[in-house]
């Protein structure tokens, strides 16, 4: 089980690792908030790990960033 | 962008996906709420598809199961 900097270190590592696919293909917030439904404030605050997004949002994101959900979650994590 | 087909697709997907972990670990949905901070009828409904759970969960959800997130996306995707 998972306490609260589990959870606080898991949503920023995900923002941290959107960034990095975000910038590798050369999306801004705004280009990318065009290619999908979500708007700039959203996309910023889900990089700065502030936002709990659902399985829904995080198909939505990985729509707009054109990859499959699991480079999403491509960073290191231990069970 | 998505439609609600899309979505709903989605967590069928994700649940599925789940269902195919949690049997493969050998793991009832009780034995797996033991093992983090999940109820029985949370874990039944997330199978299903009926639940889109956040990040958060989806950590939690992996810690249960002793595998890393992007395992539990290891379905097909079209973005």
């Known amino acids: 089980m998972q306490n609260e900097k589990d959870k606080v ?3 920023i590592q995900f923002g941290s690792n ?3 696919i ?3 293909k050369n999306l801004s917030f705004r280009a990318l ?3 999908c439904d979500l708007d700039y404030a959203d996309l910023n605050k889900i990089e700065k790990g502030k936002r709990n997004i659902t399985l829904t949002t995080i198909a939505e ?3 707009g960033l054109n ?3 699991k480079e999403l979650f491509d960073f290191d994590f231990t069970p």
Do not use: E, I, T, Y
């Open 18 to 20: 959107f960034g990095k």
């Open 33 to 35: 908030s065009q290619k």
């Open 61 to 63: 994101l990985a729509r």
């Open 9 to 11: 270190d898991f949503l």
């Open 22 to 24: 975000r910038k590798m």
């Open 67 to 69: 990859v499959h959900p």
